[in-house]
C-alpha cells in the first residue's frame, strides 16, 4: 500500500498558485518526498524531491512540514499544460527504487 | 522524460502469443527499471535491473514473466503466454545511480484480444 494519501481531484484557474496536498504520516526519518507528474498518456515526469527542508526548481516548490508527516507541492503560476496527474511518493534515500505509487491528484487547470 | 526510448508505443497480442517490450535508457544511465500500470492506477513496481544483472524482481509475476538487460542493447520484458489480464500500459524508467531521480519513457501499451 502507498505509504502516502492525497486528494483525488483538485481544481485551478489558470495563472493562479496550484497547491498540492500531500499527507505522510508514516515517513521515517531516511525517506524522502519525492513528486512526480503523468499528463495523460505519457510516462511519468519527475518534479522535485526533497527531505525536511522547503525545496525549489524551474517547475515548483515543496512545502515540507517540520514534523514532516504532511507536505505541498506548489506550482505557482499554474497553465493549462499542467493538467495531469501528480503522485507524491516517500522513497528511501538508498533503496532500489521500489517507489510504491498512489492513485495521485488529478489537477486539472481551468481557463 | 527526455531520453529513455521504449517501443513500441502500442502493442495487441492474441491470447496465449508472447509480447516483447523494449527499452533503451538514457545514455550512461546503467540502472532500468519496468512498471506496470492498469487504467485509473499508480504505477506498480514490476523489477529492477543494472546491465546484467536483475537486482530486484519482487513485483514481477513468478510465471511467463522475464526481463534482461544485456551488456549491449536495449532491457527487455518478455510476457509469454499473454493473458488479457496482462492488458496494461507498461513503463520503463532509468537512473544514472540506484539514488537519483529516474527518467521515464513514453510506455508500451499492451492490449491482448
Known amino acids: 500500500d502507498a505509504k502516502t494519501t492525497q486528494p483525488p481531484s483538485m481544481d485551478c484557474a489558470e495563472g493562479r498558485a496550484a497547491n498540492l496536498p500531500c499527507n505522510h504520516s508514516?515517513?521515517?526519518?531516511?525517506?524522502?518526498v519525492y513528486w512526480y507528474r503523468q499528463i495523460h498518456s505519457q510516462g511519468p515526469q519527475y518534479i522535485i524531491h526533497?527531505?525536511?527542508?522547503?525545496e525549489t526548481n524551474e517547475m515548483a516548490s515543496l512545502i515540507i512540514t517540520e514534523d514532516r508527516k504532511s507536505s505541498t507541492l506548489i506550482l505557482p503560476h499554474a497553465t493549462l499544460r499542467d493538467t495531469a496527474v501528480y503522485y507524491c511518493i516517500v522513497r528511501v534515500e538508498d533503496s532500489n527504487y521500489q517507489l510504491i505509487w498512489g492513485a495521485g491528484t488529478k489537477l486539472i487547470i481551468k481557463p | 522524460n527526455a531520453g529513455v526510448m521504449q517501443n513500441p508505443r502500442h502493442l495487441v497480442r492474441r491470447r496465449g502469443q508472447e509480447a516483447r517490450l523494449r527499452c533503451s535508457p538514457v545514455k550512461g544511465h546503467s540502472h532500468v527499471y519496468w512498471y506496470r500500470q492498469l487504467p485509473e492506477e499508480g504505477l506498480k513496481f514490476m523489477v529492477y535491473?543494472?546491465?546484467?544483472?536483475?537486482?530486484?524482481e519482487s513485483g514481477m509475476p513468478k510465471e511467463r514473466f522475464s526481463a534482461e538487460f544485456p551488456k549491449e542493447g536495449p532491457s527487455i520484458l518478455r510476457i509469454q503466454q499473454v493473458v488479457r489480464g496482462d492488458s496494461a500500459a507498461y513503463f520503463c524508467?532509468?537512473?544514472?545511480?540506484?539514488?537519483?531521480?529516474?527518467?521515464f519513457g513514453q510506455g508500451t501499451r499492451l492490449t491482448v484480444v
Open positions: 508514516t515517513i521515517s526519518g531516511n525517506e524522502y
Open positions: 535491473l543494472q546491465k546484467e544483472n536483475i537486482i530486484d
Open positions: 524508467a532509468s537512473s544514472i545511480h540506484k539514488n537519483t531521480e529516474a527518467f
Open positions: 526533497g527531505l525536511k527542508n522547503n
